[in-house]
C-alpha cells in the first residue's frame, strides 16, 4: 500500500515538473501588454486600472525566479528574451507616451525593480543602459512631474549600482562607445530600432563566438585611465541632469534622496571614474549654477542683521527655522545657505579629483564672477549685502578643499609680507580698507568677516595677515638692554604717547607698577607681571566694574581658557615654535612694518573713545581672536607689555597707554565723570532706561577699553599659566594675580 503511494506521489512530480514553462509564461505576459494597445479603445483608463502593473509584476517575478534556478553568472532564457526582444527599449517608449494614463509611472517602477531585484549584471548591454539613457531623459523633461517619487526611486537604484562597481558610470552616462567585449546573454547589440545585422557592420566591436544558442556578448565594465569626452560631449539631461532636477522639487523628502543619491554617485572610488565624472559629465557645472541661480534668486539686498541671524541652516534641513524672526527674503536666504551647504558636503564626501573641480567651480562661479564685483562695488549697498553673506558662507564652511579655494579668494596667492609703500589693488587691500571705510555699518560688517575668517583652519590666513610681518621681530629695538624696571621702559614724563600736563590732570594709575619680569614667559612671576599691567592699565576713577556684579576679571579667564584650548588644538598641526627666535646681531636692520591688517586694527583702537560702541566691540573682538594664537611672535607684539620697542614702532600694549593718556586728557572736560560714566555702563547692561547723555561716545568707549584690558589680561593668563593646578582654583581678583 505504502510503495503504491509512493510510486502515485513520483508521478505526479514528474508530471508536473514538464508543466513549469517559465519561458512561455513570461512571453505570455509580454504579450498580453502588448495586445492592449492592439485591442484597446478606451485612452482614458488609468494604467493601473488595466492588467498592465499586474503582468509587469508576473514577468519581474518571473526574471527573479528563474535566475534563482540558474548557475550563478548565467542568464536564464527569460533574461535572454527581455535583451534580445528589446522590452525595456519599447516599455520606455510606451512611458514617453504616457498611454495608457500613468503608464511612465509603471515603468519607472518595473526598471527600478529590475534593476533592483535582478543580480545578474544587465546596465553593460546597450538595450539595457540605451532605454535608462533614454528614461532619464524622459524624467529630466518633465520638471515637478507627477513621477517624481518613482524617478527619485530609479536613480537610487542607478547610484547604488554605481557605487558598487564605478566602470557603470560611462554607460549611465550617455554616449560612451564600447571599449571591449565578454561572452554573455545574446542581444541585439544596435541602437535601439535598428537591426542586429546592421550592428555587426557598424559597430567596431563584433559578437564574440557563440557558446550556445542564446549566448550574445555584452560590454566589459572597463574605464580607461584617461577618459575623453565621449562624442563630442554630453546630452543635454542624464543621470547627473536629472538628479539636479529632482533636488529642486518642492516636496521635500524627493529632494533630499535626490540629493543622498548624488552625494553617492560623487563618492565613487574609482578614480577613473570621478575623473570621468568631472571631464566628461556636467557634474560640477550644474551643482554650482543651481547655487548661483538661488543667489540671484535673493532680494536686491538683505539686513546684514537679519543674515547673521539665520544660523542653523543645513541640506538635510534647508528650511529656515519656525522659531526665526520673519523677514523679506528669508525662504531664499535659506535655500541659498542650504544648498551651499550642500556643495561643501559634497566637496568633503567627494573623491578628491570631484572635490578639487567642484571646489574651484565655486570659487570661480559664485566668489570670483558674483560675490568678487559686489565686494568692489561703489554701492554701500552692495558692499554691506555681499560681505555679510561671504561671513555666513565662512561660518558654514567645513570642507579643506573649498576653505582653500576660499583663503585663495579672499587674500590671494602671495605670501610675501607687504611694504607700507605698496598700493595694490587685491581683494585682501580693499576689505582691509573696509574695515576702516566711513561707514560704520561696512566696517562692523569686513571686521565680522574677518574675525570668522580667523577662525577657520588654514594656516595661511594667520600666516598672511599676521606672521609674515612679524617674522624676524624687527619691532624689538636692537642692541638695547632688557629695562630694569617696568618705569624704564613706561617713562611718562618722556613718553611720546603722553602730553605734558599729563601728571596734572589729578589720575593716576590704579596700582604701584610692578617690577619688570624675567625674560622667559613660562614662570609664575612673568605672567603676574603681564597681567597686573593690563588690568592696572585704567586709572581707577575710569573703572565702574567693581560697582556691579558678575562683571569682574573671572568670567573673562573661563571664556577664554575655552577658546584657547579650541584655537590651539585647531593650530596644533601646523607645528608652531614655543619660544621666540633670539635676534641675529648680523642680521642687517630694516624697518618694521606691522602690515596693514595690524596697522588697520591699531588705528581704529587708537580712535577707541571717539567710535561708536558697535564698532569698539567688534574691533577689540578681533584683536581678542588674534591674541589667543599659541604663536610666541604674536603673544610678544599683542601681550607683551615689556617689549623694548625699536623707534617708529607700536605695539598694542603701546598703542593702549596712548589712548589711556588721551583719556585722561578728555575726562577734565566731562562733569561728574565718574557718575555718567556708571550710569552708561548701567544702560549698556539694560538695567537702567537708555537715554542720551553728553559725551555718550566716550563714556560708552572707557566701558570698551576697561572690559577689553581685563580680557586681554585673561588671556595671558590662559596662555601662560602658572605652573601647578590652578584650573580648578578662582582666578584672581580684579587688579591682583
Known sequence: MLSRLGALLQEAVGAREPSIDLLGAFVEHWKGITH???ESTDENTPAKKTDIPWRLKQMLDILVYEERQQAAGEAGPCLEYLLQHKILETLCTLGKAEYPPGMRQQVFQFF??????????????LSVHGPVQKLLRLGGTVPGSLTEKEEVQFTTVLCSKIQQD??????????????ARKKAPREPTALPGETASAKDKEQPHSKATDTGPCRAQALTPQLPAETEEPNGGIGESNLITSLIGLCKSKKGRVA?????????????????AATYLVQSSPCCPAVVEHLCQLY????????????????????????????????????????????????????????????????????????????QPQLLHVSEQSILMATALLTALLRQLRSPALLREAVAFLLGTEQQPAA??????????????????LSDEISIATLRLFEELLQKPHEQIIHSLVLCHLEGRLYVAWGSPEPESYEDNLDLEEDPYFTDGLLDTGFQPSTKLPPAPATNLDGKTAVTEIVNSFLCLVPEEAKTSAFLEETGYDTYVHDA?????????RVAPWGWPVALTPLDPHEPER??????????????MSRILEQPYSLNLQVTSVLSRLALFPHPLIHEYLLDPYINLAPGCRSLFSVLVRVIGDLMQRIQRVSQFPGKLLLVRKQLMGQVPGEQLDHQTLLQGVVVLEEFCKELAAIAFVKFPPPGPHLGLSPPREGHV
Not at 313 to 337: H, M, N, T, V, Y
Not at 420 to 437: K, M, Q, V
Open 420 to 437: 607700507p609703500e605698496d598700493s595694490a589693488c587685491t581683494l585682501c587691500t580693499h576689505l582691509i580698507r573696509h574695515c576702516d571705510h
Open 112 to 125: 527600478s525593480k529590475v534593476l533592483a531585484q535582478v543580480q545578474h549584471p544587465l546596465l553593460h548591454y
Open 166 to 179: 564605478p566602470a557603470l558610470l560611462t554607460y549611465i552616462l550617455e554616449g560612451k562607445k564600447t571599449i
Open 296 to 371: 540671484q534668486s535673493m532680494p536686491t539686498f538683505l539686513d546684514p542683521a537679519d543674515i547673521a541671524a539665520l544660523e542653523g541652516i543645513s541640506w538635510r534641513l534647508p528650511s529656515a527655522p519656525s522659531d526665526a524672526a520673519s523677514f523679506p527674503g528669508k525662504e531664499a536666504l535659506a535655500a541659498f545657505l542650504g544648498w551651499f551647504d550642500y556643495c561643501d558636503h559634497l566637496i568633503m564626501e567627494a573623491h578628491t579629483v570631484v572635490a578639487d573641480a567642484l571646489a574651484k567651480a565655486v570659487a570661480e562661479k559664485l566668489f570670483m564672477e558674483i560675490l
Open 591 to 604: 624697518p618694521f612694518f606691522e602690515g596693514p591688517f595690524f596697522r588697520m586694527l591699531f588705528d581704529r
Open 36 to 38: 492592449y494597445y492592439i
Open 561 to 569: 581658557y575655552g577658546l584657547f584650548q579650541e584655537c590651539s588644538s
Open 256 to 272: 533630499l534622496k535626490a540629493q543622498e543619491n548624488l552625494l553617492l554617485l560623487v563618492s565613487v572610488a574609482s578614480q577613473a
